[in-house]
C-alpha cells in the first residue's frame, strides 16, 4: 500500500479559481485510478502564500499512482493553478511536477493498512448482506431461517 503527499504553491491569483474547482467536485475522478484510492484530499493552506496540499492512501506503489494521476484531466486543471513554467496538462509534465513537490508522509492512518480496496469494498458488501439478513429474520420459521442464510452466504 502506498501513500503520497504533495506540497505545491498556488498562483495567488487563482486561489479562487482553484476554491471553486475543487468545490466543484461532485465524483471525485480519483475513483477511476488504477491502482484503486482508499482515500485522498485535496486542501488550500495558508502557508506563506496558498499552498495546494494533497494527501493519497492507495493500492500499490507510489510511481504507478503518480503515473495514473498525472493522466486525469481534472488533476492537470487542479494544479493548473499552482506555480509552474510548464504546461501541466501534459501527462509527462505534470508527472514531473508533482513528483517534483512530493514529500515525505509525516504521519499516516490506515484503518485496514494490509487490505485493498477491492477487499475492503467486499467487506463493506458483506456486511451489508449480513445486516439484510438480520432484518429479515424475524419473519422466518428456523428451515426458512437456515435456507436462506445458505443462499446468502453460501462459499
Known amino acids: 500500500m502506498g501513500d503520497l503527499v504533495i506540497v505545491a504553491p498556488v498562483v495567488p491569483t487563482r486561489e479562487t ?12 475522478p480519483l475513483a477511476r485510478l488504477a ?9 488550500i493552506l495558508p502557508l506563506d502564500g496558498p499552498r495546494l496540499l494533497f494527501s493519497s492512501r492507495f493500492d ?15 488533476a492537470a486543471d487542479i494544479w493548473a493553478n499552482c506555480d509552474a513554467d ?3 496538462h501534459e501527462p509527462a509534465k505534470l508527472r ?20 485493498s480496496v477491492e477487499e475492503v469494498n467486499q467487506a463493506l458488501d458483506s456486511r451489508a448482506a449480513l445486516l439484510q439478513f438480520a432484518l429479515d429474520a424475524p419473519a422466518l420459521d428456523p428451515v426458512g431461517l ?7 452466504f453460501a462459499r
Open 17 to 28: 479559481a482553484l476554491r471553486a474547482r475543487l468545490r466543484g467536485l461532485h465524483r471525485s
Open 35 to 43: 491502482p484503486a484510492t482508499h482515500f485522498a484530499r485535496w486542501v
Open 86 to 88: 510548464d504546461d501541466l
Open 146 to 152: 437456515a435456507h436462506a442464510f445458505r443462499e446468502r
Open 60 to 74: 500499490g506503489d507510489a510511481g504507478a499512482y503518480l503515473d495514473a494521476l498525472a493522466t486525469l484531466e481534472e
Open 96 to 115: 514531473a511536477f508533482l513528483a517534483r513537490h512530493a514529500v515525505e508522509s509525516p504521519y499516516v492512518v490506515s484503518a485496514w493498512p494490509k487490505a
